[in-house]
């Protein structure tokens, strides 16, 4: 059994059509929460595709920041 109030109305769902906003209910919450899965998904492989060129690029520029200070105070 299904209660809904709305409005000041109450309407009760017994049976079959219980069943079946139930499953409705169900599949549109796995849905939301399959689109917010993949979400973070997504998020988290941009993240680490981006720090696999950010970090090498931030060393090799280090070094070569450190190699310019070491010709300059020749």
Known sequence: MLVITRNGKTVVLTG????????????????V???????AL???LTIAGLMLFIVPLTVLLALLAGAVRALQSR
Request: aromatic letters at 12%; a positive charge; proline letters at 0%.
């Open 16 to 31: 079959w059509r219980a069943w079946l906003a139930v499953a409705l209910m169900c599949l549109v919450g796995a849905v």
């Open 42 to 44: 997504g998020i988290t």
């Open 33 to 39: 929460l399959v689109v917010i899965v993949f979400l």
